[in-house]
């Protein structure tokens, strides 16, 4: 694992960790073939409350709403798409294959340049509903 990767390794796992700390619950919602997923998650040891695979853009809404989440984080358009679906709050990240124009086009209300930005925005976020 390259210092790049590791340190949004750690981004992550704090990101997931805020949410927890916010009193909520943590979904992987993924367009990768589910056992795999499942193999990455536990790999990177993430404490996650639930994983669904095998979705992908506005078919990852049917869990978002069953879940009952509030917001959605993701790299990619299609997860843009799936949060504007499911009534969530889209965070789009600049961490993957799209720029910030790119998520925001598809619909992100919020654009960060990494996950180490979530814990402060998700404060923010929560203290002002």
């Not at 989440?69 to 997860?79: E, I, L, N, Q």
């Amino acid at each position: 694992m390259n210092h790049r990767s590791s340190g949004q390794v750690r981004a992550a796992i704090a990101a997931l960790a805020a949410v927890r700390a916010g009193g909520g619950r943590t979904l992987v919602v993924t367009g990768k073939f589910e056992p795999h997923a499942r193999l990455h998650v536990d790999h990177l040891g993430w404490q996650i409350d639930r994983l669904a695979g095998d979705l992908w853009s506005t078919g990852k809404a049917d869990v978002v709403c069953e879940e009952s989440a509030h917001v959605f984080v993701g790299d990619h358009a299609g997860d843009m798409r799936g949060a504007k679906a499911a009534g969530v709050v889209a965070v789009g990240v600049t961490t993957g294959p799209y720029d910030a124009d790119g998520l925001w086009t598809a619909g992100a209300d919020v654009v960060l340049d990494d996950l180490t930005q979530f814990a402060a925005w998700s404060a923010d976020h929560v203290s002002g509903r």
